[in-house]
């Protein structure tokens, strides 16, 4: 295999939402009182809590 197929693979097995880190600073930002939206396309970066 070429690097890059082997890159795009192991990219493919990585996790883009609601990883469990993730589930838990949503899970505290939420029981701090705070209010979010999550993963919004249309800024830049693409952020996961905006």
Same mark, same amino acid.
């Given at each position: 295999?070429?690097?890059?197929e082997v890159r795009s693979?192991?990219?493919?097995?990585?996790?883009?939402?609601?990883?469990?880190? +993730?589930?838990?600073?949503?899970?505290? /930002? !939420? +029981?701090?009182?705070?209010?979010?939206? /999550? !993963?919004?396309?249309?800024?830049?970066g693409t952020p996961d809590?905006?």
């Open positions: 295999m070429k690097p890059a693979k192991i990219m493919r097995a990585v996790p883009r939402k609601n990883t469990k880190p +993730e589930i838990y600073v949503h899970s505290l /930002l !939420h +029981e701090l009182g705070f209010r979010f939206r /999550l !993963h919004n396309k249309n800024l830049p809590i905006f």
